[in-house]
């Protein structure tokens, strides 16, 4: 008999599927992202199929990072999203997904397609799949376009641009790193020529607007994959 695991949320979704799919040969197992852990259940529960909801709270898509600790144990992943963000719904397939199952469809349609994928057949057309993965790239390109100037910061530049997003002024600064307030002076000024802005303020704003984060990787280890796909959601959140 096949498994899958059910990860969502709210409990009220998970037994309607679950019972629907009483009479599919199928021995479904549920999981509350709030309360288990859903990661250790597919890595240890040999799982065929995973359903999983992407939004753990409003907008987080806190079940995008699941979808790559399915694909490694050879889990099949199919989302389940009441978005309607392409972007993200492109990355999710660009981690290895196999389909997007809507909330928004009716349950008869909802469970239509939880068993197309699960027979194997495909739950979303090409040009939706095609939309989505451009989307993906659009926005992740302009996400990196708008991070750039930031790559030019020093480790130490960077944290003074972090203390200025968090109001703190420059005496306040060099107190708490123990440094001399001529030198958060220096910094803030590379800060301003870097970014090509002429005021504090302007640069906290280019910040926010950008994403930007101190100490964001710019190398390939697994943490700094987690990171960056974090970087890429916030991308997708505020496109």
Not at 102 to 120: N, P, Q, V, Y
Not at 122 to 147: A, F, G, M, P, T
Not at 207 to 233: C, K, L, N, V
Request: hydrophobic fraction near 40%.
């Amino acid at each position: 008999m096949r498994t899958m695991l059910v990860v969502d949320d709210h409990p009220l979704i998970t037994e309607a599927i679950r019972f629907a799919l009483t009479n599919d040969d199928l021995a479904v197992d549920a999981a509350d992202p709030t309360r288990d852990e859903p990661a250790r259940l597919v890595q240890q529960g040999g799982y065929d199929f995973c359903l999983l909801d992407l939004d753990w709270g409003v907008g987080s898509f806190a079940g995008v990072g699941m979808i790559s600790e399915c694909i490694a144990v050879g889990t099949n992943c199919l989302v389940l999203t009441g978005t309607g963000n392409e972007g993200i719904l492109g990355y999710c397939l660009e981690l290895g997904a196999s389909g997007v199952v809507r909330k928004a469809a009716g349950f008869s349609e909802l469970m239509a397609s939880i068993r197309r994928g699960l027979a194997g057949g495909s739950v979303n057309s090409d040009s939706e799949k095609y939309r989505w993965l451009l989307s993906s790239q659009r926005v992740r390109s302009e996400h990196q376009r708008r991070l750039r100037p930031f790559d030019d910061l020093t480790a130490a530049e960077g944290d003074v641009l972090a203390d200025l997003m968090r109001g703190r002024v420059v005496s306040e600064i060099a107190s708490a790193r123990v440094i001399a307030e001529s030198t958060v002076r220096t910094h803030v000024r590379q800060i301003l020529r870097k970014l090509e802005v002429q005021s504090q303020l302007t640069a906290v704003a280019l910040a926010r607007q950008a994403g930007w984060r101190q100490g964001a990787p710019h190398d390939h280890t697994a943490s700094a994959h987690h990171q960056e796909m974090s970087r890429a959601i916030e991308a997708f959140t505020h496109s």
